[in-house]
């Protein structure tokens, strides 16, 4: 991938932090590489390297900075515009690493040959498959050494090194300390208690982080998600052990704090890395505006609200029913039937501050009696048909190589339409080019008769049509400021135009009307 040495050049010298996790600096005197807000005294231009990668700087000979901390970037973009191939394998590898046969497996699921893919790598991020996935593990390693008091052995299993002599190798060779020199180092600001952990991740400003919790708030499981006094929170559930996350903004460090507790720290990368996808920490908010302030309706909204990203989630199935239960109702009718799913379905779960339920799995809901909390016939068949699908492994929301065929997949399933899937596709799958056709509320942000002319309109927003629609659902054009813009979506929550293409008349029902009592809701069509 070729930098422009020159734009990198004025970053460096800046320490700019909209520039931070895009490029790193190769220091020819000291050996070290660096990010670009680096507080060490600026080095001479001609003893300076630059690299779309920190892999690739490793690669190159070069050893990563202990003041800057490399391992805590937010994640390079390096990869955009790059083929989908190098995308969907950086995906796969930032899931699993090259667990279970390594950079030939990872090929051949991506239907290519091994060398092809070391050579796309190597075009593209100027390293090869095994030299991102290992940097990307000393670097969660490092990151476990200075933010946690986990025993050594425990991180190198965390980080999947597997042995404590490959650990002290690797930590040592890299960064020329031992494990214990470098804790020494490090200035841990508090201690948690025994299975807790902080951490901090970064991101590159802007964030809107009142809007990204606001759109979390009004679609958070009674008794599996929570947000208030600006944290969000929710209970997870992962290879049979369960705990939580709560996560706040810290504005000072551009980052977001991250409070866990999980029992198995051999989870801990997997927990991580999927928190940065569910808050879209890794998004270039410089390219997107880029791309999208050309259009007159979304210029305004992007000044009003600069740093908007699209929510993940936990859990692709999770996500998926919530989706389908949002169809045809109120956001606010969705969310109380899904926590009605959680608590009746659900695995009780006895964590402090409003958590009571881990999600049901595939398992439960398959063959759930789920008419009887309110549901009715129809939907209740699409969700356990859902579920049933992801239990014969027909659809899969993890390791995903092709999301289309996925989507194939989705709309074969009666009751999920193309609304659905591409939604489920723009939280759940991550995809920024993913985008709901036909829905209402886009088309009323805009003014326009049908949904051809939203099809059309939306082409000049490639790729970013998901980042696009989050604008159009939740800024209006003509709000000034930020409380203005929070007050909006505040109320505009129990009408949002996320149910799909539906009547005016179906987004004012009453969402009090879901009572069980009367043994169905009205299935508006």
């Known amino acids: 991938m070729n930098l422009d040495w020159q734009v990198c050049s004025r970053a460096r010298l800046s320490r700019d932090a909209r520039f931070d996790g895009k490029f790193f600096i190769g220091v020819l005197t000291s050996r070290v590489y660096c990010r670009s807000i680096c507080p060490a005294p600026t080095a001479k231009e001609k003893n300076c390297r630059y690299y779309p990668t920190a892999a690739a700087a490793a690669e190159a000979g070069f050893r990563p900075c202990l003041r800057c901390r490399p391992e805590c970037s937010p994640g390079t973009p390096a990869w955009l515009g790059t083929p989908n191939t190098v995308s969907r394998a950086l995906r796969l590898i930032s899931e699993s690493g090259l ?26 991020l100027g390293a090869t498959p095994v030299a991102v996935a290992r940097t990307r593990r000393l670097h969660f390693a490092k990151k476990l050494i200075d933010e946690t008091s986990l025993a050594m052995s425990q991180i190198a299993l965390a980080s999947g090194f597997g042995c404590v002599r490959r650990f002290n190798a690797g930590i040592s060779k890299v960064y020329h ?35 990204v919790l606001a759109f979390l708030a009004a679609r958070a499981t009674p008794g599996v998600e929570a947000v ?17 996350f709560e996560v706040s903004h810290n504005e000072a460090h551009h980052a977001l704090e991250v409070r866990l507790q999980f029992g198995d720290p051999r989870s801990l990368f997997f927990i991580v890395e999927r928190i940065r996808a569910m808050f879209d920490l890794n998004a270039d908010w410089a390219a997107i505006v880029s ?43 969705a969310t109380v039937l899904a926590g009605r799913i959680a608590t009746t379905f659900g695995q009780p779960l006895s964590v402090a501050n409003g958590l009571t339920h881990i999600f049901p799995a595939p398992e439960v809901l398959a063959d759930a009696a789920l008419t009887r909390i309110g549901l009715p016939g129809a939907r209740a068949e699409t969700i356990r048909a859902l579920a049933r699908a992801v239990c014969g492994k027909r659809i899969c929301f993890e390791g995903i190589v092709n999301s289309d065929d996925l989507l194939i997949r989705l709309c074969e399933i009666p009751g999920i339409g193309k609304w659905t899937a591409q939604y489920i596709a ?25 949904p051809r002319e ?25 709000c000034q400021g930020r409380r203005t813009q929070t007050r909006f979506m505040q109320q505009e929550q129990d009408i949002s135009c996320e149910n799909g293409p539906q009547s005016a008349d179906a987004r004012k029902t009453n969402w009090d009307n879901l009572s069980p009592s009367r043994g169905r809701v009205t299935h508006l069509s």
């Open 454 to 478: 939203l099809e059309r309109r939306a082409e000049a927003w490639r790729p970013w049509r998901a980042y696009a629609a989050m604008y159009l659902w939740n800024v209006p054009a003509e």
């Open 177 to 211: 300390r031992t494990p214990t020199q470098i804790r020494r180092l490090a200035r841990q600001t508090e201690n948690q208690p025994e299975n807790h952990y902080l951490f901090r991740l970064r991101f590159r400003p802007p964030y809107h982080w009142e809007g």
């Open 99 to 124: 667990e279970g046969g390594g950079i030939e497996v990872l090929a051949e699921r991506l239907g290519i040959g091994s060398r092809h893919l070391r050579r796309l790598f190597l075009q593209h």
């Open 228 to 244: 208030e006094r600006g944290t969000y929170r929710r209970s997870v559930f992962l290879n049979g052990g369960h705990g939580y």
């Open 291 to 333: 791309s999208l302030k050309t259009d007159p309706a979304l210029a305004p909204r992007l000044k009003a609200a600069p740093g908007l990203r699209v929510p993940g989630c936990w859990n692709g199935f999770e996500l998926a029913v919530r989706a389908i239960l949002g169809q045809q109702i109120t956001v606010r009718g």
């Open 426 to 450: 723009m939280r759940a799958l991550g995809e920024p080019d993913a985008f709901p056709f036909g829905d209402l509320g886009l088309l009323r942000a805009l003014a326009l008769a049908n």
